[in-house]
């Protein structure tokens, strides 16, 4: 993206999915709409990961009618929401049984970690057809699936457990730097939960961050590469 340009609305809609670790399903009970608070990850090509239990009701709905939508809510902290970001997308939510997708979910809420393995929980992922993306006042975008979402990278996602072993065994000063100077997020312990090709994930207890890359990447060279700019931004001061 060229500096200075604003990103597209699909751009925009990812950066404001990625950073959210947390959405509100909507589902059909007998033909009535329900809602309820679900845990989000975003897969390295943004499709949304849920770690559902076979028990709760917005699961019994998606056994009848698999179509539903994540409503992603950027307008905490506004003094009035209607100007925030948020973003609805739509799609068939389909149980998976991928360990890397697991995996994945599991860094980006440690909490799930205690019941990940539970018979009766299943890893779910929601098949984007469409978003609907609203940046505020009357800056409205309908984005087809294919649009929101962006290529995958392999090469990156194979590596990405190394990555991520790598930078909180060796590097917590630089993910410290990262979340203060880049991301606004003060605080000592911060770890890195995800990367993906769009940028990097931390965490500190229940508070969460984004690091976003100034060019995508696609495998573990062009990521450390990409982590060492941000650590010498960060060092600058951002």
Known sequence: MAEGKAPSPAVAARELMRRLDRA???????????????????????????????????????????????????????????????????????????????????????????????????????????????AGFGRINGIEGPALLRPGAPALAAAEADILAHMNEDHLDAINLYAANLAGAEGQGWRMTGIDPEGADLRLGGRIARVNFATPVGDAESARAALVRLAKMARRGG
């Open 24 to 134: 509100t399903l909507a589902t059909s009970r007998q033909g009535w709409p329900y809602a309820s608070l679900v845990l989000v990850a975003l897969d390295h090509d943004a499709t949304p990961l849920l770690l559902l239990s076979d028990l709760a009701e917005h699961t019994k709905n998606l056994q009848d009618e698999a179509r539903a939508s994540l409503l992603f809510d950027g307008t905490a902290g506004r003094d009035d929401p209607l100007t925030g970001p948020r973003v609805t997308v739509l799609g068939e939510m389909s149980t998976s049984q991928d360990p890397r997708l697991m995996a994945r979910f599991v860094a980006r809420h440690p909490s799930a970690e205690a019941y990940a393995g539970f018979a009766d929980f299943r890893l779910y992922r929601l098949a984007v057809a469409r978003g609907h993306f609203v």
